[in-house]
């Protein structure tokens, strides 16, 4: 089980990334946005303690406000 991380909430386990001897667990973050009517998104990495995230890497259009796309 990977630690807890700010948007677990939100988010989608997506699998498992090895590189090297390091396994990464991987979840995609989806948040609404009403104002813009969409959803952003970006992806978490975490091992044990550690935890890497990307910026928020896309804005999809939802047709719904408050909609997940994920």
Do not use: Y
Not at 3 to 21: I, S, T, V, W
């Amino acid at each position: 089980m990977s630690a807890p991380f700010p948007g677990q909430e939100r988010a989608k386990h997506m699998g498992e990334l090895k590189r090297g001897d390091q396994r990464w667990e991987v979840f995609v973050e989806t948040q609404p946005d009403g104002e813009l009517n969409a959803a952003r998104g970006r992806v978490h990495f975490v091992s044990g303690d550690r935890h890497r995230v990307t910026s928020w890497i896309f804005l999809e259009p939802t047709e719904r406000v408050g909609a997940v796309c994920v």
